[in-house]
């Protein structure tokens, strides 16, 4: 998918901010770090039968600027309600998180039996310079901890994209990562988590960067139509 010039600047800013960089007085400021959170939408309480699905990433997964319900896990957290699904929603985005931050920091969140694990991080590499080979071994990292701890969760990859401001041969490999990695770990994919919401102004907030409690309406509705089946299919 060819990435329009308006999605290049604010792909520029979004990282930028998430990293902690400024690069004018026009740029917002990094969100600020969050400890893990369980999203507040579960109409019942969790009980020994109910799975868990984790949102592990950074400040898309966290839902900076928006109100705790509007956040990507709390408005899945509602499909999953309407949808009488025995599933609680865990929020476990940090706000400026790195794939080697949530390498280290994957034990924490595994501590509890995990059904469903959607991993959204590699932006904030970007900006970093992380170089490509490095990113795609943390994200197998934590893939391989979930695992280990359990064998049988769903993974789901939510894929993102970069201008080409890095020289094609950079965007090109980091693009494919989350298709290569989907496939040899056997998860589902989410192409482009910000599919419709990226580059919109009034799907974001002003700062450029993080969807509006409007887009990440849309938002769910991408990650829905890829988790929803899948959630469907492990409670059959």
């Known amino acids: 998918m060819k990435v329009p010039q308006f999605v290049i600047i ?92 949530g390498l280290a920091r994957v034990g924490n969140v595994l501590r509890l039996p995990v059904d469903v694990f959607v991993l959204e991080l590699g932006a904030n590499d970007v900006f970093r310079l992380v170089p490509v080979p490095e990113i795609r071994r943390n994200l197998q990292g934590i893939i391989d901890a979930v695992r280990r701890r359990n064998p049988k969760a769903q993974i789901v990859i939510a894929g993102l994209q970069i201008p080409g401001d890095f020289g094609p041969g950079y965007v090109t490999e980091f693009q494919s990562v989350f298709q290569s990695i989907a496939t040899k770990n056997r998860a589902a994919l989410i192409p482009y988590l910000l599919e419709g919401v990226g580059g919109v102004p009034d799907l974001n907030q002003q700062d450029g960067i993080h969807p509006t409690a409007a887009g990440y309406k849309v938002v769910a509705n991408t990650v829905w139509s890829t988790l929803g089946p899948l959630l469907q299919t492990k409670t059959l």
Do not use: H, M
């Not at 997964?61 to 509602?78: D, E």
């Open 10 to 101: 604010t792909w520029s800013v979004l990282v930028l901010g998430a990293c902690g960089f400024s690069a004018n007085a026009q740029t917002a400021p990094a969100a600020p770090a969050t400890r893990p959170r369980v999203s507040q939408p579960i109409a019942a309480p969790a009980t020994s039968s109910t799975k868990r699905v984790v949102f592990f990433g950074n400040s898309l997964t966290a839902g900076y600027g928006v109100a705790p319900k509007s956040n990507l896990p709390s408005l899945i957290a509602q499909k999953i309600d309407s949808a009488r699904l025995n599933y609680k929603v865990v929020n476990a985005g940090v706000s400026g998180e790195t794939t080697a931050g």
